[in-house]
C-alpha cells in the first residue's frame, strides 16, 4: 500500500462510510488506498471515505489472502 492515487482498473460497488449507502465507483476514478483490513479495503475517492469488498480487490490492482 502506498501513499498515492492509483485508478480503479473495473468498475466495482462500494459503501460509503459511515453512512452505508451503496455507490457504484466507475473504471478510472482516481482513490488512495487508507486502509487494507480482513480482506477490505478502505478508500479516500473525492473527499469521502467508502469501503469495497475484498472480492474487488483486483479493481485496485491488489490481491488478497484466502
Do not use: H, R, W
Not at 32 to 46: A, P, R
Request: charge should be positive.
Amino acid at each position: 500500500m502506498n501513499n498515492e492515487f492509483i485508478d480503479i482498473l473495473k468498475e466495482c460497488n462500494g459503501y460509503l462510510i459511515p453512512s452505508g449507502d451503496k455507490i457504484k465507483l466507475k473504471k478510472g476514478t482516481k482513490v488512495k488506498i487508507t486502509q487494507s483490513l480482513g480482506g477490505d479495503f478502505t478508500l479516500y475517492v473525492n473527499g469521502n471515505l467508502v469501503k469495497i469488498n475484498g472480492k474487488d480487490a483486483d479493481a485496485l490492482g491488489e490481491k488478497i489472502d484466502k
